[in-house]
């Protein structure tokens, strides 16, 4: 059993920078490739980027990449996003997940393990 709980979300303006952290319980961090997406109101839920167990790897959604940048300490079992340059159009709850999966198949649909219970982002104009 994998428990994910994410923070760092808020109000920011646009143009600005927040940094996203998921803390994981467990003691099978590493073997989970980790994501983030995201859900804006009205809107499906959507990949955002994720992470390879080792960190070797990164996949990102076309709407993010070159703005943000995944990372992971399995040490801690911890998860990041750093989001910069933020749009209004970011504002969405943010999930942290797990998966058993690859990270080729997360980004395209794959059914995650865990989910955390998310954290709001709301850029303004």
């Known amino acids: 059993q994998v428990q994910l709980v994410e923070s760092g979300g808020g109000l920011v303006q646009a143009g600005g920078s927040l940094r996203l952290s998921c803390a994981a319980s467990g003691r099978t961090f590493s073997s989970y490739t980790m994501g983030w997406f995201r859900q804006a109101p009205g809107k499906e839920r959507e990949f955002v980027s994720g992470?390879?167990?080792?960190?070797?790897?990164?996949s990102y959604a076309d709407s993010v990449k070159g703005r943000s940048t995944i990372s992971r300490d399995n040490a801690k079992k911890t998860v990041y996003l750093q989001m910069n340059s933020l749009k209004f159009e970011d504002t969405a709850v943010y999930y942290c997940?797990?998966?058993?999966?690859?990270?080729?198949?997360?980004?395209?649909?794959?059914?995650?393990?865990?989910w955390g219970k998310g954290t709001l982002v709301t850029v303004s104009p």
């Open positions: 992470i390879s167990g080792g960190g070797d790897f990164t």
């Open positions: 997940a797990a998966y058993s999966g690859s990270l080729r198949t997360m980004s395209v649909g794959g059914s995650m393990d865990y």
